[in-house]
């Protein structure tokens, strides 16, 4: 029996990454994190620091996607809002962590400091806890739903203690093959093969690289032997056209 | 009178994106531009190669913000659906632009591969054309949906041409300063001064950078004078936490 596909969408929420002082890395290391672990990423959104907006992006993605994964706005501070809005989101009050509060309490600090560190300890009643493994306060998990930090560094590791936790279903491979042609010169070969192999997606992602037009042609599906034999048409489909297929890379 | 501000969507296409094969930067790079001419990006998306997705995510984006841009999906192959989505989002049908023929044409090449690459001299009804200073095929605009290469060095170039011709509203500034502190420890002040002025936005964004922990606190917005004044604030804020203020940045 084929496999059911898992599909994800990724929320990265902060207006640092909107108003482009922060460039996103997050989304491209879940993808390829989750990916691995046989986990499709199917859309992200980059949203404000803004409960509406929030609220109906969580509702939307968490009823259309096997799992959300969300990143930013879990600190202490007042635009730390993503805690409030996905409990709203899902209609439940907060509580407060005790594993979480016995790590901020490991650190002493003055009592107004300790009551802002205190906010991280918050949760949606019904949620459980993602470890952290660089020592700071956990994230959550909410039904299908996974809260994680904005650092890079915080939320890899928050990520990273997922693995094997999670449903999953096949894993996409990849083959990559390079041509040193413009496009257009298989464009209409490239359009057949992939009329041949509908299970496989064919994608054809053009550079410019020491002084010479390219085209990376990626083959991406969850069937081995069909990629196999659809990397042998492109191979062809190169050839054909008068030029030799490259730096043939398997995913 | 208050200038309205104008806002704009991001809608990056492109399923290597979302595979995690290539690290988006338009993103970053549409929301600085637009930015420094007085529109905001509230919002984005990254979606894959599928009509049905592309068509109701550009329906629902060009109603919600003033200006809709996107990135992807515009090149000679059969994964290059953008332009047949656009058309379809605004239920128009495609013609050849005479204009982007001919700079097609200024390349011979055998009928096969011109035949490929006239699918890029393709628009929608109604589309007039954004400029492409790289040479190539220029991208169009439909309404207010701006629809360019995903190609960082193309769709720079599109963007960049597009300068001086939007509307636009009053530009976010900005005012950030650097504390040496966990943010916790300045949170209690962060939320007071956040109250005081509404109208500007403080974002608090730690960071952990040699061997020492501090945070990056960035004010926005389109008031010099209250920036101004919320930066005494924060200052302030430091200075009482016990901390010198340092860095600090006007943008």
């Given at each position: 029996m084929k496999q059911r596909a898992i599909t994800a969408s990724v929320l990265i929420i902060g207006n640092e990454i909107l108003s482009g002082r922060t460039q996103d890395t997050n989304l491209n290391h879940i993808s390829l994190t989750v990916g691995s672990w046989?986990?499709?990423?199917r859309e992200a959104r980059v949203i404000p620091d803004l409960e509406e907006v929030i609220v109906t992006a969580v509702n939307d993605a968490r009823t259309r996607f096997d799992y959300l994964f969300t990143t930013g706005?879990?600190?202490?501070?007042?635009?730390?809002i993503t805690t409030d809005c996905i409990a709203a989101a899902f209609g439940v009050d907060l509580v407060e962590s005790p594993e979480i509060a016995a790590i901020i309490r490991r650190r002493p600090a003055p009592p107004a400091v300790m009551e802002a560190r205190m906010r991280m300890a918050r949760i949606p009643v019904g949620a459980t806890l993602i470890d952290n493994t660089t020592g700071g306060p956990q994230g959550f998990r909410i039904e299908n739903v996974f809260v994680m930090a904005g650092i890079p560094m915080v939320m890899q590791a928050m990520l990273g203690s997922l693995e094997g936790k999670l449903e999953s279903g096949p894993v996409v491979r990849s083959r990559t093959v390079t041509a040193y042609l413009g496009e257009s010169q298989i464009a209409g070969a490239l359009g057949v093969i992939q009329e041949n192999h509908p299970e496989i997606d064919l994608g054809s992602y053009p550079f410019f690289k020491n002084d010479r037009y390219g085209t990376s042609l990626v083959m991406r599906g969850t069937d081995e032997s069909a990629l196999n034999a659809m990397l042998e048409e492109v191979k062809a489909a190169i050839i054909a056209a008068g030029e030799t297929p490259q730096d043939v890379q398997q995913g």
């Open positions: 046989g986990i499709q990423v706005g879990i600190g202490p501070t007042h635009d730390d």
